[in-house]
Protein backbone atom coordinates (compact mmCIF):
# COMPACT_ATOMS: atom_id res chain seq x y z
CA UNK A 1 0.00 0.00 0.00
CA UNK A 2 1.11 3.22 -0.47
CA UNK A 3 2.32 6.07 1.66
CA UNK A 4 2.26 9.59 2.05
CA UNK A 5 3.82 11.33 4.72
CA UNK A 6 1.71 14.37 4.27
CA UNK A 7 -1.54 12.34 4.58
CA UNK A 8 -0.01 10.66 7.74
CA UNK A 9 0.73 13.69 9.73
CA UNK A 10 -3.06 15.37 8.87
CA UNK A 11 -4.42 11.72 9.85
CA UNK A 12 -2.71 11.48 12.89
CA UNK A 13 -3.89 14.73 14.03
CA UNK A 14 -7.77 13.96 13.46
CA UNK A 15 -7.22 11.14 15.67
CA UNK A 16 -4.78 10.89 18.84
CA UNK A 17 -4.07 7.15 19.88
CA UNK A 18 -5.90 8.42 23.29
CA UNK A 19 -8.40 8.27 21.07
CA UNK A 20 -8.35 5.36 19.10
CA UNK A 21 -7.82 2.95 22.28
CA UNK A 22 -10.45 4.20 24.18
CA UNK A 23 -13.12 3.84 21.17
CA UNK A 24 -11.73 0.11 20.45
CA UNK A 25 -11.91 -0.69 24.27
CA UNK A 26 -15.32 0.86 24.88
CA UNK A 27 -17.37 -2.64 25.79
CA UNK A 28 -20.33 -1.60 23.31
CA UNK A 29 -17.95 -1.15 20.16
CA UNK A 30 -19.18 -3.08 17.35
CA UNK A 31 -16.70 -5.16 15.76
CA UNK A 32 -17.22 -3.06 12.38
CA UNK A 33 -16.32 -0.11 14.13
CA UNK A 34 -13.33 -1.87 15.75
CA UNK A 35 -11.76 -3.04 12.59
CA UNK A 36 -12.20 0.65 10.97
CA UNK A 37 -10.36 1.68 14.02
CA UNK A 38 -7.46 -0.76 13.61
CA UNK A 39 -6.86 -0.20 10.28
CA UNK A 40 -6.81 3.15 10.39
CA UNK A 41 -4.25 2.78 13.79
CA UNK A 42 -2.22 0.12 11.41
CA UNK A 43 -2.14 2.96 8.38
CA UNK A 44 -1.16 5.59 10.00
CA UNK A 45 0.60 4.87 12.96
CA UNK A 46 2.44 1.92 12.54
CA UNK A 47 2.81 1.11 8.55
CA UNK A 48 4.01 4.42 7.68
CA UNK A 49 6.75 6.58 6.51
CA UNK A 50 6.91 9.07 9.47
CA UNK A 51 8.55 7.64 12.41
CA UNK A 52 5.96 7.00 15.06
CA UNK A 53 8.03 6.42 18.51
CA UNK A 54 5.66 7.09 20.65
CA UNK A 55 2.94 4.19 19.99
CA UNK A 56 6.15 1.62 20.38
CA UNK A 57 7.19 3.53 24.03
CA UNK A 58 3.86 4.23 25.50
CA UNK A 59 1.21 2.47 26.66
CA UNK A 60 -1.23 2.75 24.26
CA UNK A 61 -1.07 -0.61 22.42
CA UNK A 62 -0.14 -2.96 25.00
CA UNK A 63 -3.72 -1.15 26.70
CA UNK A 64 -5.43 -2.58 23.51
CA UNK A 65 -3.77 -5.67 23.41
CA UNK A 66 -5.04 -6.41 26.78
CA UNK A 67 -8.75 -4.95 27.13
CA UNK A 68 -9.64 -5.24 23.58
CA UNK A 69 -7.32 -7.65 21.40
CA UNK A 70 -7.26 -10.47 23.87
CA UNK A 71 -10.94 -9.79 24.90
CA UNK A 72 -12.06 -10.41 21.75
CA UNK A 73 -9.73 -13.37 20.00
CA UNK A 74 -10.90 -15.22 23.59
CA UNK A 75 -14.55 -14.38 23.22
CA UNK A 76 -13.86 -15.92 19.63
CA UNK A 77 -12.08 -19.07 20.53
CA UNK A 78 -14.73 -19.54 24.13
CA UNK A 79 -17.97 -18.26 22.56
CA UNK A 80 -20.00 -20.76 20.22
CA UNK A 81 -22.45 -17.73 19.31
CA UNK A 82 -18.99 -15.27 18.82
CA UNK A 83 -17.35 -18.05 16.65
CA UNK A 84 -20.80 -17.58 13.90
CA UNK A 85 -20.48 -13.89 14.25
CA UNK A 86 -18.64 -13.38 11.38
CA UNK A 87 -18.41 -9.75 11.86
CA UNK A 88 -16.19 -10.24 15.01
CA UNK A 89 -14.07 -13.05 12.63
CA UNK A 90 -13.26 -10.85 10.33
CA UNK A 91 -12.18 -7.88 12.83
CA UNK A 92 -9.91 -10.85 14.56
CA UNK A 93 -8.39 -12.42 11.43
CA UNK A 94 -7.43 -9.77 9.16
CA UNK A 95 -7.45 -6.46 11.21
CA UNK A 96 -6.01 -8.06 14.94
CA UNK A 97 -3.91 -10.15 13.23
CA UNK A 98 -2.25 -7.99 10.83
CA UNK A 99 -1.86 -5.23 13.51
CA UNK A 100 -0.56 -7.38 15.37
CA UNK A 101 2.01 -8.49 12.83
CA UNK A 102 2.81 -4.87 12.03
CA UNK A 103 3.27 -3.76 14.87
CA UNK A 104 5.65 -6.30 15.72
CA UNK A 105 7.97 -6.62 12.25
CA UNK A 106 8.39 -3.28 12.66
CA UNK A 107 12.21 -2.15 13.27
CA UNK A 108 10.36 0.17 15.74
CA UNK A 109 9.50 -2.06 17.79
CA UNK A 110 12.52 -4.24 18.00
CA UNK A 111 14.33 -1.25 19.36
CA UNK A 112 11.67 -0.89 22.40
CA UNK A 113 12.44 -2.26 25.66
CA UNK A 114 8.61 -2.23 26.12
CA UNK A 115 7.89 -5.48 25.26
CA UNK A 116 10.81 -6.94 28.65
CA UNK A 117 8.30 -5.32 30.64
CA UNK A 118 5.27 -6.54 28.87
CA UNK A 119 5.88 -10.08 28.88
CA UNK A 120 2.78 -11.93 30.36
CA UNK A 121 0.47 -9.66 27.84
CA UNK A 122 2.89 -10.89 25.02
CA UNK A 123 2.81 -14.11 25.81
CA UNK A 124 -1.11 -14.26 26.58
CA UNK A 125 -1.57 -12.77 22.90
CA UNK A 126 0.56 -15.63 21.29
CA UNK A 127 -1.60 -18.01 23.62
CA UNK A 128 -4.75 -16.52 22.06
CA UNK A 129 -3.59 -16.65 18.63
CA UNK A 130 -2.68 -20.02 19.12
CA UNK A 131 -5.99 -20.94 20.46
CA UNK A 132 -7.43 -19.59 17.04
CA UNK A 133 -5.74 -22.22 14.83
CA UNK A 134 -7.01 -24.87 16.68
CA UNK A 135 -10.84 -23.70 16.40
CA UNK A 136 -12.22 -26.11 13.77
CA UNK A 137 -14.30 -23.24 11.97
CA UNK A 138 -10.89 -21.60 10.87
CA UNK A 139 -10.66 -21.65 6.92
CA UNK A 140 -7.35 -22.08 5.23
CA UNK A 141 -7.28 -18.42 4.25
CA UNK A 142 -7.63 -17.46 7.52
CA UNK A 143 -4.91 -20.21 9.04
CA UNK A 144 -2.61 -18.16 7.15
CA UNK A 145 -3.20 -14.73 8.52
CA UNK A 146 -2.98 -16.36 12.40
CA UNK A 147 0.27 -18.74 11.44
CA UNK A 148 1.96 -15.87 9.80
CA UNK A 149 1.05 -13.25 13.13
CA UNK A 150 2.50 -16.31 15.11
CA UNK A 151 5.33 -16.51 13.26
CA UNK A 152 5.70 -12.61 13.63
CA UNK A 153 4.96 -12.88 17.23
CA UNK A 154 7.66 -16.00 17.66
CA UNK A 155 10.37 -14.22 16.29
CA UNK A 156 10.28 -11.18 17.98
CA UNK A 157 10.46 -13.32 21.55
CA UNK A 158 13.58 -15.27 20.40
CA UNK A 159 15.02 -11.46 19.18
CA UNK A 160 13.92 -10.46 22.94
CA UNK A 161 14.87 -14.05 25.18
CA UNK A 162 11.56 -14.45 25.85
CA UNK A 163 10.77 -18.14 26.72
CA UNK A 164 7.64 -19.63 25.19
CA UNK A 165 6.15 -23.20 25.45
CA UNK A 166 7.17 -25.15 22.59
CA UNK A 167 3.51 -25.87 21.25
CA UNK A 168 3.10 -22.24 20.91
CA UNK A 169 6.34 -22.09 18.65
CA UNK A 170 4.34 -24.00 15.53
CA UNK A 171 0.99 -23.91 14.97
CA UNK A 172 -0.98 -26.59 13.47
CA UNK A 173 -4.73 -24.98 11.99
CA UNK A 174 -7.11 -28.04 11.62
CA UNK A 175 -7.83 -26.45 8.33
CA UNK A 176 -4.54 -27.28 7.22
CA UNK A 177 -4.34 -30.78 8.73
CA UNK A 178 -6.95 -32.16 6.61
CA UNK A 179 -4.78 -31.18 3.18
Known amino acids: MGKNVYTEIKCNNLLSLDDIVTIICHPLCMPEVKEAYVDFLNHCY?????????????????SLFEKSFLVDINQLITNPTAA??????????????????????S?????????????????????????????????????F?????????????????????AELEQPQCPARRLC
Open 46 to 62: IDTEVEMKEIYASGHMW
Open 84 to 105: SNKTLQAYVLNGVTNLLGSFFA
Open 107 to 143: PFSDQSAIVQSRQLIFVQMLQAAHGITQCRWLSLGDC
Open 145 to 165: NVENCIRTLTESSKMRSIALP
